[in-house]
């Protein structure tokens, strides 16, 4: 069965950090995708990222940065600079291709940014 | 606007008032969902239906009724509901066949209170 785990429950760090949530997953499938949504104070969820399991290039996009290593079924993301705009809940999900109606998300990681 | 709405966002109720949650979404998709966010829990899937008078039970159904008549509407039914069910509810569409085609498209999320 398919399972996301985040075990980091919340992180703090001063502003202009670097910070890394991690994201551990299980699936036995051989094509999957996985996600990352963030959830500001505002409450609603907003897309990342989303990576096919055939795709190992690491991906940046701006502050933010994702490595994929299928070796040790990580999906890890890395604020640069952190800002305090970043504070939210952050949460990685996964999806089979073979359960394609299922996307297991994680328990999330709160990111506080203090100034 | 391309979005996904829900109604109500806020709403207290007592244990056994039957009560309806809307989810309308504008951008044609063909696959909806709900999730339920509980601390430490992360999101955990209620019921999705992949098109019109097509659904099926998530992780979580209990409970719960859903139904799909429209391609837009996919209300949640809470038919009898009790105080487990207090919760952050989230409706979301995605383009294509299924939850990991593309992003989750969220609505703002509906918290709802059982007394």
């Known amino acids: 069965a398919q399972k996301v785990t985040q075990a980091q429950t919340e992180i703090s760090v001063v502003e202009k950090e670097d910070v890394t949530l991690d994201c551990v997953y299980e699936t036995r499938d051989t094509t999957y995708y996985l996600f990352w949504y963030k959830q500001p104070p505002s409450g609603e969820l907003v897309f990342l990222i989303r990576?096919?399991?055939?795709?190992?290039q690491n991906e940046i996009s701006g502050r933010y940065s994702w490595n994929f290593q299928k070796s040790t079924s990580s999906f890890n993301f890395t604020i640069t600079a952190s800002q305090v705009v970043d504070s939210a809940v952050y949460f990685c999900?996964?999806?089979?291709?073979?359960?394609?109606?299922?996307?297991?998300f994680g328990a999330g990681t709160r990111l506080t940014v203090k100034p | 606007e391309a979005q996904v709405t829900q109604n109500p966002r806020y709403l207290i109720t007592v244990t056994g008032k039957k009560l309806t949650v809307t989810c309308s979404q504008n951008m044609n998709h063909e696959y909806m969902s709900w999730y339920r966010q509980d601390p430490g829990l992360g999101l955990r899937q209620i019921y999705y239906s992949m098109n019109v008078e097509v659904t099926d039970k998530g992780d979580v159904p209990e409970g719960y009724k859903v139904s799909r008549k429209e391609k837009r509407n996919f209300p949640l039914i809470l038919e009898s509901p009790s105080p487990n069910q207090t919760s952050l509810y989230f409706c979301?569409?995605?383009?294509?066949?299924?939850?990991?085609?593309?992003?989750?498209?969220f609505g703002e999320g509906s918290r709802l209170t059982v007394l």
């Open positions: 999900a996964l999806s089979e291709a073979n359960n394609n109606n299922d996307m297991r």
């Open positions: 979301a569409s995605s383009p294509g066949q299924g939850a990991n085609t593309g992003e989750l498209f």
């Open positions: 990576r096919n399991s055939f795709d190992e």
